[in-house]
């Protein structure tokens, strides 16, 4: 069978915007590189159920968000002066996208109109910062949804995981902040498909922490991981977090170190460090599971490549198939739904 799979890049170097590939889930090969549509460095993409792209986007200079038909054309960009978004989600049940800006430490919510393009309803404006030298401002990097439909965001700036109630019209009221460890930097989080735990990754002190989600917000820590193995002492950044379908494996990806690490999901919702996999390439910014749970793909920022990992879904362990599919300043890698 053969899977589209799509990119998000910079352009800053060779690439032109998104692209789309084949991949042959019984091989585990990718094939066929093209460009899907020429967007100003689509870091970030998410698809909506009918199929509609949504991409971190640029237009005439100006930063925001882009959406796309599923044939490559554009329906709109929404824009304002300043650094685009670094992170798209889909919100099915309130025809919803939010996205998150970095540069300018912001939360958005755009109301999907009938034909899938988007307009702007409401932002909230973060404010702080935090001791490490890359927090001297809110950075929002993480918008998605809590399992309760509640928005939760991740701010790298602030060390914060803020809690949001949004209206079906795309209005947000504040309802909780959980704390971080103090210059950790709260990237990304993912949520345990039963227990009711949330895995946050941490990018400046490459830490997973373990949380108990109790509802409507609110989050309180339980375990605190590292990423790296105890004698790394280079830099390091942590990246993508990602769960396996059963949930019974996290994995997570170290930018420096350059690896996968791995491990188990314990009975009480912990982590067990498994294995820490060399990802044959500079900068693995994202990866990304297979549907079929078989395949693990990580794509490279900086040495322009795409590898492919065969995964034992009985162990969790991953083996490397191949390291030499060429993607130009890949950072985001994603399935149609």
């Known amino acids: 069978m053969i899977e589209t799979i799509y990119f998000g890049t910079y352009t800053r170097r060779l690439s032109q915007g998104i692209y789309q590939a084949d991949f042959d889930t019984e091989t585990g090969q990718l094939a066929n590189l093209k460009l899907f549509a020429a967007e100003p460095s689509p870091t970030y993409l998410a698809f909506d159920q009918k199929n509609h792209l949504y991409s971190v986007g640029s237009k005439d200079g100006q930063g925001g968000i882009a959406a796309y038909q599923t044939d490559g054309t554009l329906l709109n960009h929404v824009v304002e002066e300043g650094a685009p978004h670094c992170y798209v989600a889909v919100d099915e049940k309130r025809g919803l996208v939010y996205g998150a800006n970095y540069h300018k430490g912001q ?33 929002v990097h993480y918008t998605d949804l809590t399992p309760d439909q509640y928005l939760v965001t991740c701010d790298l700036g602030t060390d914060e995981v803020t809690s949001y109630h949004v209206t079906a019209e795309g209005k947000l009221s504040k309802i909780a902040t959980y704390n971080c460890q103090a210059g950790a930097g709260a990237r990304h989080l993912v949520f345990h498909h039963h227990y009711k735990i949330a895995y946050l990754i941490c990018e400046l002190n490459s830490t997973i922490e373990v949380l108990i989600y109790d509802g409507v917000g609110e989050f309180e820590r339980m375990q605190t991981i590292s990423t790296l193995p105890q004698d790394y002492d280079g830099f390091n950044g942590t990246a993508a977090i990602r769960l396996s379908k059963d949930g019974k494996y996290l994995y997570a990806s170290n930018r420096g170190h350059d690896s996968i690490a791995v491990y188990t999901i314990l009975a009480d919702g912990s982590l067990e460090l498994l294995e820490f996999v060399p990802t044959s390439g500079k900068t693995p910014r994202d990866f990304d599971l297979t549907p079929d749970q078989e395949f693990l793909i990580a ?5 322009d490549n795409a590898t492919v990992f065969k995964r034992n879904p009985e162990t969790g362990r991953l083996a490397e198939l191949s390291n030499d599919f060429h993607v130009p300043e890949a950072v985001c890698i994603s399935f149609a739904d």
Request: aromatic content about 2%; hydrophobic content about 25%.
């Open 107 to 139: 939360v958005l919510v755009y109301k999907r109109k009938e034909d899938g393009s988007l307009v702007l309803t409401d932002m909230d404006q973060h404010s702080g910062h935090g001791p490490h030298a890359n927090q001297t401002s809110p950075h």
């Open 299 to 303: 794509v490279h920022q900086d040495s």
